[in-house]
């Protein structure tokens, strides 16, 4: 792929002298990684130069999925022990932090995201102990630590539910939710049209303690993920002590799970159609992207530079431009939020373009640093998006598109596994699929990728680690998912020492970025 700044590789006309300082670097990352120089230079315990205020501006944090990275204890999935036991591979291939996806108390509906307690390790992952031995660890290695916080919505096995559910209507343990009366003459319709993510209504009826039905409420994802009433006093003291409890256990911020859609319009009015699963990100909602989520994200930046050591807060932000992202990190707010404009652009220079120039221009305008990324845990892995011409084809462009993005400025997320060059797994059994959009939703192929759209389990199939092993050395047993057998070829095992494999290109192009000062940076 040529520069997403030409569609021929040479300067564009007018282009700026950041852009030719990245496309120059770019282009000497393809020549040293094609000549093998720089994968077969690194040193085996590369330098990690202390990050002061202001890491997280060009950092490259690493997410990991805990429950598919690594597993101590043969159960399967994936573990705090684990991440901790692998954290040198981070280490070594030159990440700045890494970002594990919740592992609090759940009843893992939606694979850990329906919190019953915020302040509990689940028995699954571990103990609070080993979360306490991950962050000493990492910040050993001089790795960041930055957690998940899941502020829309709580379980519905939380404490606080189940006092709700117990509470008559319009009882004070019902205001930290949103629950309201049914429309039609006995209250059988739902108070509005909103549908959840996963599909279907967003709202569920209850029942009362007589057995008779009662109100309902809402949850803009799974049934088991009942939405958090912001407007609630109580639910705001409760998350600043749940964000102060995570912090003085050292760890070095938060990625705010739906920071886009912890306010709700007033008066929960209508949309007016179907499928507005499809509006997200490209218009402001009635439940999405309203304008009061930003005073909680200023009292939580308040909160965030109490602390010493530059401690972090990320939007996890669906927005319909650039610059309404761009509101996210004004300098009261957070200091970062996920690019998925960029995310979502198809593989077209121009159009790559096109969001580059956007998203800078916005990010600058407020002063913060643009974040670049490529997957993640919600969406089709970037090796089979980009795969339209064969996975050979999307392996080349997943590569091109990794050197791209750590050659621009700002902050780059890395979703584990794409350093292997892993592709998105789409014939996993139906029995073994856990994603609660699966259920909700029928799948047809017919708008997604193979049949994967709206579906996540195939790109959280956990790690291959070695060449052998029941689960390539995931762990001492199998795995929750069950990898592909070619995944053999694609371990960490197979690929180290190879000057033509995913993970050397991946090491090199890091050892890179972190030589030339003018790459993250932007000057």
């Known amino acids: 792929m040529t520069c997403a700044h030409s569609t021929t590789g040479a300067p564009a006309k007018g282009t700026s002298a950041p852009c030719k300082l990245f496309r120059k670097a770019l282009q000497s990352c393809y020549v040293r990684a094609m000549t093998q120089e720089l994968t077969t230079s690194l040193p085996t315990e590369p330098v990690r130069p202390s990050k002061g205020p202001g890491w997280w501006r060009d950092a490259v944090i690493y997410q990991v999925y805990v429950r598919s990275f690594a597993d101590s204890d043969g159960d399967g999935i994936g573990d705090l022990r684990g991440v901790r036991e692998r954290l040198p591979h981070l280490a070594g291939l030159g990440v700045d932090a890494v970002w594990l996806t919740p592992f609090y108390a759940s009843p893992q509906a939606d694979g850990g995201y329906d919190v019953a307690d915020y302040r509990t390790v689940d028995p699954l992952f571990g103990t609070l102990g080993d979360a306490d031995d991950l962050v000493r660890t990492a910040h050993e290695l001089g790795l960041k630590v930055i957690v998940d916080v899941v502020p829309n919505h709580s379980s519905d096995q939380h404490p606080w539910f189940r006092e709700a559910l117990a509470d008559r209507p319009g009882g004070a343990a019902r205001t930290r939710y949103h629950f309201r009366s049914g429309r039609g003459a ?7 049209d909103w549908e959840s993510v996963f599909g279907g209504p ?11 039905p009662g109100e309902w409420y809402l949850h803009l994802f799974a049934p088991e993920q009942p939405d958090l009433n912001w407007d609630s006093p109580e639910v705001r003291a409760e998350f600043d002590s749940v964000l102060r409890f995570w912090l003085d256990l050292g760890v070095d911020g938060f990625r705010i799970d739906v920071a886009h859609g912890m306010v709700k319009a007033a008066g929960l009015p209508d949309i007016g159609r179907t499928e507005q699963a499809k509006l997200i990100g490209s218009q402001v909602l009635p439940f999405f992207d309203q304008d009061g989520v930003h005073e909680i994200h200023r009292s939580w930046r308040r ?6 050591g530059d401690r972090i807060g990320v939007a996890e932000a669906w927005a319909p431009t650039s610059e309404r992202l761009a509101l996210y990190v004004r300098p009261d707010e957070l200091h970062q939020a996920f690019n998925f404009q960029f995310l979502k652009c198809p593989w077209d220079a121009a159009a ?17 640093p643009t974040t670049w990324v490529l997957s993640n845990h919600d969406v089709v892995r970037h090796t089979t998006r980009y795969a339209d011409g064969g996975p050979e084809r999307g392996l080349a462009r997943a590569r091109a598109a990794a050197l791209l993005t750590l050659a621009l400025p700002g902050s780059s997320y890395l979703y584990q596994g794409e350093e292997l060059g892993l592709p998105e797994v789409t014939d996993l059994p139906d029995e073994l699929r856990q994603d609660p959009a699966f259920f909700r939703t029928s799948p047809d192929g017919e708008d997604g990728q193979n049949g994967q759209d709206g579906f996540r ?26 990898q592909p057998d070619d995944w053999s070829g694609l371990s960490v095992e197979a690929q180290t020492g190879d000057p033509g494999s995913t993970l050397e290109l991946y090491r ?12 993250g940076t932007g000057r």
């Not at 006995?186 to 509005?192: A, D, K, Q, R, V």
């Not at 909160?303 to 010493?308: F, N």
């Not at 090199?508 to 790459?519: C, I, Q, T, V």
């Open 186 to 192: 006995h209250g059988e319709l739902p108070p509005n």
């Open 202 to 212: 967003a709202w569920t009826r209850t029942t009362d303690p007589d057995g008779t």
């Open 303 to 308: 909160l965030l530079d109490s602390y010493p």
């Open 352 to 368: 790559m373009r096109e969001v580059i120039d956007e998203s800078l221009a916005a990010t600058r305008s407020v002063g913060a």
């Open 457 to 482: 389990d195939g790109c959280r199939v956990p790690l291959p680690w070695t060449r052998s092993g029941e689960s390539y050395g995931f762990g001492p047993g199998g795995s929750w998912l069950p």
């Open 508 to 519: 090199g192009a890091l050892a890179l970025r972190r030589e030339l000062p003018g790459l």
